[in-house]
């Protein structure tokens, strides 16, 4: 079935021909996307691309707002977003990050995802071109139809931690990744994020109440390890089994935790 292509010059303009049209997608890097054309994927028939500027920004103060259309090469070569690089460098390999956005990462199927749990570990919001704002946790989780303009969080005060786990090295599809925001000194809050470990990025509640204002602390790091998988729903695939992946889930928070 053919495929056309609309480019939209504004963001706003873009988003109401995607939300107004259910056979359209987002063609944003395209990473996943053109596959999907290549596939013979017959449920869209429409790509939407966006060429305004501002899907492309980045712009870093107590804020940090990251245009959908950002890639992950952007981030890995910015200089103040050196805490976000050992997660966009995670992503694929250099042809990949060269054009795989954001925006394109919080809708990429499972295994896929580094960068959406990382996001989910920041606290960050998606906002919509008409300014609507939703939490990334609650978006992953499966979100009404809208084009997602940018994502925002504020600058981490605590340590940002993150580990990708891969049965193929150097380079390979995630068993399971972990982004982990620890507070500095004891205040704010723990989140630890999990992504293979359900069908979207999970927070790991268990482990986060066990580390809470003492993330540092031998004893509570090994009781987060302990209870890392509790109430989680790890991903059964071609990868590794959800046993495996239960398993070894707590040995690689307790690693994450514990380097440095
Ligand atoms: C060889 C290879 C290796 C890869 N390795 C990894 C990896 O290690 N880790 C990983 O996480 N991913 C990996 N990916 C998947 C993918 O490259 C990334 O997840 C990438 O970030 C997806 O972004 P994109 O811009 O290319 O998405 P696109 O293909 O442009 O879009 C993907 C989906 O997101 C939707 N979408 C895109 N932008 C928006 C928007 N602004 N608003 C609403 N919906 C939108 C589209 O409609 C589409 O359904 C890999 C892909 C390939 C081909």
Not at 25 to 36: A, F, H, K, N, P
Not at 145 to 160: E, I, K, M
Not at 190 to 205: D, E, L, Q, S, Y
Request: hydrophobic share 50%; aromatic share 6%; net charge positive.
């Amino acid at each position: 079935m053919p495929v056309a292509v609309s480019t939209f010059r504004t963001l706003s303009e873009a988003a109401r021909a995607f939300e107004s049209d259910r056979a359209a997608r987002i063609y944003s890097g395209g990473t996943i996307v053109m596959r999907d054309v290549n596939e013979g994927d017959v449920s869209f028939n429409r790509l939407i691309r966006i060429t305004d500027p501002a899907y492309r920004a980045v712009s870093v103060g107590s804020e940090i707002r990251l245009g959908g259309g950002v890639t992950m090469g952007e981030i890995a070569a910015h200089r103040d977003l050196a805490f976000l690089a050992p997660v966009a460098r995670a992503v694929g390999g250099p042809q990949v990050r060269t054009v795989a956005t954001v925006a394109g990462n919080l809708f990429a199927p499972r295994p896929y995802g580094e960068m959406a749990a990382a996001l989910v570990a920041l606290g960050a919001v998606a906002e919509t071109a008409e300014g609507r704002r939703l939490p990334v946790e609650e978006l992953v989780r499966g979100a009404p139809r809208a084009l997602v303009a940018a994502v925002a969080f504020p600058r981490p005060s605590g340590d940002f931690r993150f580990a990708k786990v891969t049965r193929v090295r150097p380079k390979g599809a995630a068993l399971m990744s972990i982004a982990a925001l620890l507070p500095r000194g004891g205040s704010g809050e723990t989140r630890i994020v999990f992504n293979g470990m359900g069908p979207h990025p999970v927070r790991a509640v268990a482990a986060e109440r066990a580390l809470a204002g003492r993330a540092s602390d031998p004893s509570a790091i090994a009781a987060a390890a302990r209870a890392a998988a509790e109430g989680l729903s790890p991903l059964d695939d071609a990868l590794a089994s959800a046993w495996y992946r239960r398993e070894v889930a707590g040995v690689h928070l307790k690693r994450l935790l514990e380097s440095r």
